[in-house]
Nanobody, 116 residues
Framework: QVQLVESGGGLVQPGGSLRLSCASSGITFSYFDMEWYRQAPGEQRELVAAVTSGGDTNYSDSVKGRVTISRDNAKNTVYLQMNDLKPEDTAVYYC??????????WGHGTQVTVSS
């Protein structure tokens, strides 16, 4: 059974930082590209950051320079370090695992709220 479990969300003031984690089980983690998406109320889910199985990273323009995605294959975990958070970063953040010609998987999400 595949599980992606996000953690680390919460309430933070503007300018603050959070580190999200996504722990996986049931997949060969190192083979998967890992992504973080977010969805704000009334908005479509959008890609925030991605890290390939080879370690290449990509970021949306809205978070570039403030966010770092990383992975630890030994721990089957992907991280999202978010700095200088803004109210517009408020959303549910989802972990996504994908691999070419394989099923993809989603976590249940973790809420991030940026507010004073």
């Amino acid at each position: 059974q595949v599980q992606l479990v996000e953690s680390g969300g919460g309430l933070v003031q503007p300018g603050g930082s959070l580190r999200l984690s996504c722990a996986s089980s049931g997949i060969t983690f190192s083979y998967f590209d890992m992504e973080w998406y977010r969805q704000a109320p009334g908005e479509q889910r959008e890609l925030v950051a991605a890290v390939t199985s080879g370690g290449d990273t990509n970021y949306s323009d809205s978070v570039k320079g403030r966010v770092t995605i990383s992975r630890d294959n030994a721990k089957n975990t992907v991280y999202l370090q978010m700095n200088d958070l803004k109210p517009e970063d408020t959303a549910v953040y989802y972990c996504h695992a994908r691999r070419v010609h394989r099923a993809d998987y989603w976590g249940h999400g973790t809420q991030v709220t940026v507010s004073s």
